[in-house]
Each structure stands twice: as C-alpha cells, then as structure tokens.
C-alpha cells in the first residue's frame, strides 16, 4: 500500500521530465540516423544525450522496483517497462501511456472511448512507424541490393508494412531489417484489430443513435 | 438554439445545389486532369467551374460558421466540414454525409441499419476510389520510372489498394503519389473495419433468424 | 399468399434438378476453358449443354416470377437470382443458398451456428475461387505480357487474392482480368470478414465454456 | 461413460510423453531439413526418432480409439487428431491444445481470457510458422527460378504470409510450395481473426474499467 502511493506520487512528478527525454532521445536518435557525418563536438554532444536520457529511464525504472513492496510482481506486472528500459526506441509506447494515463485523469473526458481508443491508436501507428523507419534506414543503409535507398524509402515502406498492403517495392534484405519488418507487420496487424473494433462499434453506435433520433423527430 | 435552427434551415435550403456543385467540381476535376489538351474557351469553362463551386463550397461554410452561436465549438465539431473545404476533393465524404442524413430522415428507412452502413461503406469506397484514382494520375504523369502510366492503371492501383491487397505491378513512385497512397490505405483500413463489422454482425444476425424461422416452422 | 406458397413448392421441385444443372453448367465451362480443342461433336455437346442449363436458370426465374402476386417486389428481393441469371459463373453463390436452406431445414442441425457460417464462407471461396479462376484464366490466355500463363497459375492468384495477401508475382494485366480480380478481392474482404467475426466469437465463447467447466470441476 | 473416463485417464498418462515426443519429432524434421548431409549413422538414428515418434501418434491415436464406447463419433469428434496422425508436421497444433488443457485445468488461471486466446494465437503462429517455414524450405530447395533460397528466407516468407502482407520478394514457385502457402494464408486469416477480436475486446474493455476507476477516484 505504502509503496504504491510512493511509485504514484514518483510518477507524477517524473512524468514530465520523462515525457521530455523521450522526445530528446527521440531527437538524438534521429539525427545520429539521418546526419551521420555532424562535428565531433556535435557528435558528443548527440551521443551524450542519447546515453543521459537512456540513463534517466534506467533510474525511473530502477527507483520504482525499489519502492514497490513485492518487485517480482512489478516486474512482471510492467513488463513493458523493462522492455522499453532494453530497447529505448520503443519508448513511445510509454508515451502513449502516458498520453492515456493524463486523458483518464479528467473527470470529464473531451474524447468518448472510441475516439480514446482510435487517438491512441494513431498515436502508436506514427511513434513506432517513425522509430521503425529510422531502425530500418540505418540498418539497411549500404547493404547490397538494398531497395530501401533513402529515409523517404522507409517512411514510405512503414506505412505499406503498418497497413499490411505490402507491394513489395521496397522491402528490406538484411537479417535485421526482416527482423523489424516482422516485428512492424506485428504491430501493424494489431493496430488494425484496435481500427476494426473501434470502427465498426462506432459506426453502428452512432447509426443507432441517428436513427433513434430520426424517429423521435418523426413522432413530434 | 436560433443559431441551431437557422443553420438547420440553411443547410436543408443549400442541399440540392452543394450537390450538384460537389458533382460539378468532381466533373471539372476529371475534365482538368484526363483531358489536359482542351482548347482555350473549353479550359476557362472548366476553370471557372472549379473555382465556382470550390467559392460556394467555402461561402456555404463561412455562412454556417457566422450562423453559429459558438463558432470556435461549431469548427471543432465539424472539423470535416473545414477539411473538405481546404481540400475539395475530399468533397464526396460530404455527399456520404447528405446521402447518409437523406437516409435517416425517412421515418420507414427502407434498408435495416446494416444494410445502411454497408451503401455509405460502398459510396464512400467509390466516391474516394475515383478521386483518388484522378489525383494519383495526375501527380504521377511522366514522372521517371512511373509504372501509373493510364486512368486505367490507377483506377486498377486504387482498388488493389483500399483492399489492402497489394500486389506491387503498379505503385506510385513519387512522393506527393505516395502520401496519396498512404491516405488510401487509411481509407481501405477504416473502410474493411466497416466491412467486416457489418457483415459478421449481419451474417451471424441472418443465421440467428433463419434458425428460429425453421424450429418454428417444424414445431407447426 | 397462394403466390408464395406456389413459389415454395416449386423451389422444392426445382432444388434437386437446378443443383444438377449447376454442376453440369460449371462442367461445361470447364471443359470450355480448360480443354479448347476438343472434337466438334463434343464442343457442340457441351455448348448445347452450356445453353441448356443457362435456359433451365431463366425458366426457372422466370417461373418465381410469374408465381409471385408482386413482381416488382420479388425481383427486388430476389436480386441474387437476376445476377445469377445474366452471370451463370456466379451460381455457386446460390448453390450455397440451398446448401444454407437445406442446414437449416433439419430440426435439429449438425453443426453450431459458427459452424454453419464458417461452412458457408469455405463453401462460397471454393467455389467463387473456382469460377474466377477459370474466368480470369480465359481472359488472361495470350495477352501480351501476361504472367498466369496455366491454371495452376490461375487458381494460385485466386488464393492469393481472397486472403488479400497479394505477392503480386501473378496479377492480371488486361482490362477484363483486372475488373474479376476487383470482384475477388471484394468477395477476399467479405469473407475475411465472415471468418473474423465467427472465428472470434467461437474462440471467445469455446473458452468461456471450458473455464467455465474447469471451474465446475475442480469445485467437485 | 466408463470409455470416456478411460480415455481421460490415458490422456492424462500420455501427455507428457507425447509433449516429448512432439518436440522430437519437429527436431529429426528439422535437422533432416536442414542439415541433409549428415554421417550414416546420424542419418538412421534421426529417421528411427521420426518415424518412432509417428508411430507413438498413431499408437496413442489407435488406443483412443478403441477405449471409446462410440468410434465413429469420437473420430468425427476429433478429426484433428486424425489430421495430425496423417501430417505429423501439424503436431503443433496438438501441442497447443495440451497447453490450453493444462491452462484451464487451473483453478485460478494466471491469464484472462483474452491473455490466454493471446498466448494461443501466437504459439499457434510460432509453431505452424516454424513447421511451415521448414516443409516449404525443403519443397523448394532446388527448384528453377526459386526465390526461397536460405531457410532464413522461408522463415521471413512465413512471417509476410502469416500477417497477409505479401511483399512478393520471395515466393514459393513450386506447386507443393504454392499449396504449403495457401495453407499458411488460410491460417494467417484465421490468426488476424483471433487477434482482431481478442484485441478489440481487450482494448475496449481496459479502456471502460480504466474510465470507471479514474471517475471513482475524482468522486472521492
């Protein structure tokens, strides 16, 4: 007990600080893939951000196992904490918790569920199709035969990987980036079962609603 | 509530004629692009077609907007209203809406609910398909390596790519082609979570009625 | 009301007779297809076979038809057998009408609902599959640049197309291929549809039936 | 009654042995797929395990069998089990089965529902995906014109086609291997099926309880 009220009240005076090393790791991941020949003192400069923030998240995660009374439990209640703390690439996914985390906290949502549910959904589809391009360039940059040439190329192949369409103009060819495409088809596959049950609850929601409403207009 | 009911009798007033200016523009669209070489009198007949009904399309929404008590809620609510406005080929999402509205105001709609979003599914499917198909066209002619070389190419194109098929014979290689084709696969992915809502819950809904039908006939 | 039941002991008549015109039209148009240089007095057998059971179709609705005290009524209800009338390669589709009717006369029917309708879907694929595949074959035979060159190569688009995986190693390159493999891809979303909704709905409520019976056991 | 106790009994003796078995059998298949140039005597000692362990499937299949008071019932009943008899390389699925037995066996299960169907759909996934990635290795290795070269490349095949994406850059070119694929989409369909449903279900349901618990915590 006491110790969840501790990780709550950490949480939320980290949560801001997080939110900002996400987006900077974000930043020095991007630039370290898309401007690879910078300044040395750039070049550290990046490098040290990169493993500062990489830091900041190691000791958020590290502070709440140590405050949660049973932390076999946390761990493996929040997996997606240790895996986000292994592959910080992965860390819009915290920041689309936390996204959620601030919406549910109003007492009066702005959004109805579904459009909760399908914001976060975009959400999700841009952060991790943004870090899965950036992988999947810098991974297949100068491999032979590679199709994808340019950032615009892997931009472009998330998208046709996220909405499983796959023309197969450019896919990639080494072992890492097939890695990556499988884990994006994954992603790309649950995505649209959130589209699909969101979608079509709403649509027949709102048909209902309409219609009732019509009706009630027609008896006045 | 005044503003309410003017908009309301504003909007039953101006129906007919955003129709046949929507399909006015759409028909000046297509002319503009599938028949580029028209002679001088014809290309200002066209032009002022266009600019025509994209001028009505926006006067129609600025008269909304003043008739509005709250505009800055009245703009946020119909956020489509403005995109279509900004962007008049997104104009058949309109017509949905009008048909869609028509649809509702029948006190005896004469297609069940499912039977409903399955037309607007299918108005939108092709509404979208065509001005997709004569926006990728158009962006794509001469460019190098283009394999969208006709109308036909991308009409074929469009509709490989709203069922998320894919198959790769022709894709737009251009970027502004390409971040059509991404809007389209939104559009397919959004447009399948209709599909498959609709026809699942119809299709298990029919077997329901059809089983009960039989038990009771083989009870007489 | 005479009308209908006079429609209903027709139907009955005509079920066994019509199944069998059915599989001797599909027959016939594979002998068509697949074996072009037969003999004259076989290829007007089987043309006298392919006319023959597209003229049982038209007696057939024509009959239903004239029985029911609405034409207009009926014809709108009944637009699956018009279509089937003008296209005879669809008459799977009402092959698998009877096959549903005939389930669902049985008081007590084999199989769940789920079952019925994923009986239905795997019916309806392998027979559209089977019609479109010769259809596409036929069409694709000798056009330049075309890449279904056998009907092996034929029946593999069509799987490749109603799952909407679309390797696009084989794809239709005329007009008349490409607007059949609109139609499948079409019949590929609705059937995915069908398959998700029952194959979800089965596995949810087969595991709520056995935890619940676990939980019955180990209270024992 | 008293055969259907017998046989509970004998399931419970033989499961994991049988378990065991399995994963014998998948190994012997894998190294006579992949490592097919190995000493004589390396040679016979894998086909003893193959064929030993197939002999063990059947064994358990025939016991079965005749320990039903009703044979012909219980092979309608589990026509997987046949199935498998027949295709050991789809032991898998049995395997999947005796997870979700031993899963609901639990009084207080450790997943959710939706967490088990989970964990079901991507076990199923990761050993059809490996067995399917093996057969269509083997079916192609050799063949004019393939593009499934490295079992690595039919492991990423797999993957394309499990999630319906469907690059096109390998495919299989054989009709052995275009008849693994259509079993590989069919599945793969099936998959995206138990996905979208348990993810849907999933997301709409924490979403409603995360709702509930934020306004109970504003009404405190």
Avoid: N
Avoid at 110 to 119: D, I, P
Avoid at 161 to 178: E, F, K
């Amino acid at each position: 007990m006491r110790g969840d009220s501790a990780i709550a009240e950490w949480e939320r005076y980290c949560q801001v600080p997080l939110l900002v090393a996400s987006l900077l790791y974000l930043a020095a991941y991007t630039v370290h893939v898309l401007v690879p020949e910078v300044s040395p003192g750039w070049h550290e400069f990046w490098l040290t951000i990169t493993f500062g923030t990489w830091a900041a998240f190691i000791i958020d995660y590290a502070v709440r196992l140590g405050l949660s009374p049973s932390r076999w439990v946390y761990a493996r209640k929040h997996w997606l904490d240790l895996l986000v703390v292994l592959l910080p690439l992965l860390r819009p996914l915290r920041m689309v918790q936390v996204y959620a985390a601030a919406q549910l906290r109003r007492p009066h949502p702005r959004l109805s569920l579904e459009g909760q549910v399908m914001a976060l959904t975009l959400l999700t589809a841009l952060l991790l199709g943004y870090s899965g391009s950036l992988a999947v360039y810098r991974v297949e940059q100068g491999a032979p035969g590679a199709s994808i040439l340019t950032f615009g190329d892997a931009v472009w192949w998330a998208c046709v990987t996220l909405s499983t369409t796959g023309y197969g103009d450019v896919v990639p060819v080494t072992w890492r980036g097939r890695v990556l495409a499988v884990l994006m088809m994954a992603v790309g596959v649950a995505l649209i079962g959130a589209v699909v049950g969101v979608f079509s609850s709403w649509l027949v929601q709102s048909f209902r609603e309409k219609t009732q409403e019509a009706r009630r207009r027609s008896e006045d």
